[in-house]
């Protein structure tokens, strides 16, 4: 069993920066970041091979933000730029156990075996 937790979030103004990083307990195969906000489906965000060498976005956060991952140290990064406040929610971090072939389907959380407990980004007007 991994553990994963998430740190690095917080109170950011509108077109601020934050890092959010993913430390893990033990190895793991491509990691995501998903989001969520109350009363709402939790949402792709971003997601990275085990290599590090392909990355996925959504939509809403291409060109903004960036993940990365750090296989030395067992951690994913989630760097955010130019922050907007409907990035406000709670970022969790979510990795697999196995091996996957197609990228596209790191969008899905069900595809994930382990999950963070989250961290909260407020991003202010």
């Known amino acids: 069993q991994v553990q994963l937790v998430e740190s690095g979030g917080g109170l950011v103004q509108t077109g601020g920066s934050l890092r959010l990083s993913c430390a893990a307990s033990?190895?793991?195969?491509?990691m995501g970041w998903f989001r969520q906000v109350p009363g709402k489906e939790r949402e792709f965000v971003a997601a990275?091979?085990?290599?590090?060498?392909?990355?996925y976005y959504a939509d809403s956060v291409k060109g903004r933000f960036t993940i990365s991952r750090d296989n030395a140290k067992n951690t994913v990064y989630l760097q955010m730029n130019s922050l907007k406040p409907e990035d406000t929610a709670v970022y969790y971090c979510?990795?697999?156990?196995?091996?996957?072939?197609?990228?596209?389907?790191?969008?899905?959380?069900?595809?994930?075996?382990?999950w963070g407990q989250g961290t909260q980004l407020t991003v202010s007007s």
């Open positions: 979510a990795a697999r156990s196995r091996g996957l072939i197609v990228i596209r389907l790191l969008a899905v959380g069900a595809q994930y075996d382990y």
């Open positions: 990275i091979t085990s290599s590090g060498g392909n990355t």
């Open positions: 033990g190895r793991t195969y491509a």
